[in-house]
T-cell receptor, first 112, second 110 residues
Framework: DGGITQSPKYLFRKEGQNVTLSCEQNLNHDAMYWYRQDPGQGLRLIYYSQIVNDFQKGDIAEGYSVSREKKESFPLTVTSAQKNPTAFYLC???????????FGPGTRLTVT | AQRVTQPEKLLSVFKGAPVELKCNYSYSGSPELFWYVQYSRQRLQLLLRHISRESIKGFTADLNKGETSFHLKKPFAQEEDSAMYYCALRGGDNFNKFYFGSGTKLNVKP
């Protein structure tokens, strides 16, 4: 089941530590997205990237950072500045002329 | 501001009954709306898009601009329809952002 992958599935960190979540796609998609999913709140956009070396803040970017050095990869770093980092994180990609987002399996991050 | 509202967190129906999952939106331009579905232990995936006006797995959704709604309907629910359903709106600068509702869990009872 290729397409778009996220690793690891579960991640545990101590408070105050930065942590990086991986997102890789082999769909040759230009656009990639990071969402945070909390119970009862749906998906909220953290960052998105339309092309390599370019990315934009979403609605809840504070405490997060991203990079887009390769088309295939869009890692998300959850920094110690994120006040409530424990959540389920979803990555998605989309072809340039397409409306459909393809989602990864998600990473559940727990910070204690 | 763009916003998608799904008022029901949980919807339980019996097999064979009609089902309607509600979605309301706010958007200043011409919206592009979608329904995504997440079955148990599967990834979130696109169910249907308003522009295509097609029926997928028996589900349809009509965009009502006057009521700013995009409700998802199926005349006869099946147990395999049990899943989490998200309404989404495409917007933002260059039409590159997607806004999701909080989701409705559909439970179809035998």
């Amino acid at each position: 089941d290729g397409g778009i992958t996220q690793s690891p599935k579960y991640l545990f960190r101590k408070e105050g530590q930065n942590v990086t979540l991986s997102c890789e796609q082999n769909l040759n998609h230009d656009a990639m997205y990071w969402y945070r999913q909390d119970p009862g709140q749906g998906l909220r956009l953290i960052y998105y990237s339309q092309i390599v070396n370019d990315f934009q803040k979403g609605d809840i970017a504070e405490g997060y950072s991203v990079s887009r050095e390769k088309k295939e990869s869009f890692p998300l770093t959850v920094t110690s500045a994120q006040k409530n980092p424990t959540a389920f994180y979803l990555c998605a990609s989309r072809g340039t002329n397409s409306y459909e987002q393809y989602f990864g399996p998600g990473t559940r991050l727990t910070v204690t | 501001a763009q916003r998608v509202t799904q008022p029901e967190k949980l919807l339980s129906v019996f097999k064979g009954a009609p089902v309607e999952l509600k979605c309301n939106y706010s958007y200043s331009g011409s919206p592009e709306l979608f329904w995504y579905v997440q079955y148990s232990r599967q990834r979130l995936q696109l169910l249907l898009r308003h522009i295509s006006r097609e029926s997928i797995k028996g589900f349809t959704a009509d965009l009502n601009k006057g009521e700013t709604s995009f409700h998802l309907k199926k005349p006869f629910a099946q147990e395999e329809d049990s899943a989490m359903y998200y309404c989404a709106l495409r917007g933002g600068d260059n039409f590159n952002k997607f806004y999701f509702g909080s989701g409705t869990k559909l439970n179809v009872k035998p």
